[in-house]
């Protein structure tokens, strides 16, 4: 069965500090790629999403994810975080099997993610 | 915009009660999904469907069943409620196999 790592379980950042989370899986072929986020006391939402194409995807609130096959990664990136960004991300994978059918998602553990004003 | 709703918000029930999380959607999503998150192990899918009163078995589907009678609701059935079910319990749909998941506010579910 696939599974889906995210590095850093907690990250603590200030104001307009960069931030990159990482996250890997282990499907090794054809899959479809997401980062949901989790603000407090909200529900799940998709931040972004890769399916095919240009591996440099964006996303709502300037977040963005690069698609590296070589690495099975897709790390989620912001250039300059806000205090509204603190919240739990999900990288999540869904693999497309050879018969055309596919499954359900498979998240990582999540990251928690903390900015400081 | 695709609303996902689910019955309850909280619930607290007691060992070996028959528990039911009813889920609703009002997109026409062919597809509806169970996880549950637990803090430290993300969400772990229970059961999905694929159709009306088909049903298909997630990674953790022991303790769990499911019923879909119509397109829109989806719901997860705990035969007999464990302390160990505890959890946060999400539903989600899609529009086909492949597409984003949408998902809906969560029960918060305790069994005491």
């Known amino acids: 069965a696939q599974s889906v790592s995210q590095h850093n379980h907690h990250v603590i950042l200030s104001e307009a500090a960069s931030l990159e989370l990482g996250c890997n899986y282990s499907?090794?072929?054809?899959?479809?790629l997401f980062w949901y986020v989790q603000y407090p006391g909200q529900h799940l939402q998709l931040l972004l999403k890769?399916?095919?194409?240009?591996?440099l995807v964006k996303g709502i609130k300037g977040f963005e994810a690069e698609f590296i096959k070589s690495k099975f990664s897709f790390n989620l990136r912001k250039p300059s975080v806000q205090w509204s960004d603190t919240a739990e991300y999900f990288c999540?994978?869904?693999?497309?099997?050879?018969?055309?059918?596919?499954?359900?998602?498979?998240f990582g553990k999540g990251t928690h993610l903390i900015i400081q004003p | 915009d695709v609303k996902v709703t689910q019955s309850s918000r909280y619930l607290v029930k007691r060992t070996g009660e028959k528990v039911f999380l009813e889920c609703v959607q009002d997109?026409?999503?062919?597809?509806m999904f169970w996880y549950r998150q637990d803090p430290g192990l993300g969400l772990r899918l229970i059961y999905f469907?694929?159709?009306?009163?088909?049903?298909e078995k997630g990674d953790i589907p022991e303790g769990y069943s499911v019923s879909r009678e119509k397109k829109e609701r989806f719901s997860l059935i705990l035969e007999s409620a464990s302390t160990n079910q505890t959890s946060m319990y999400l539903c989600?749909?899609?529009?086909?196999?492949?597409?984003?998941?949408?998902f809906g506010p969560g029960t918060r579910l305790t069994v005491l």
């Open positions: 997109m026409d999503h062919e597809n």
């Open positions: 469907s694929y159709d009306v009163k088909m049903k």
């Open positions: 890769y399916f095919s194409g240009d591996p």
């Open positions: 989600a749909s899609s529009l086909g196999s492949i597409n984003e998941q949408f």
């Open positions: 499907y090794g072929g054809t899959v479809n």
């Open positions: 999540a994978v869904n693999p497309m099997y050879s018969g055309g059918g596919a499954d359900g998602l498979t």
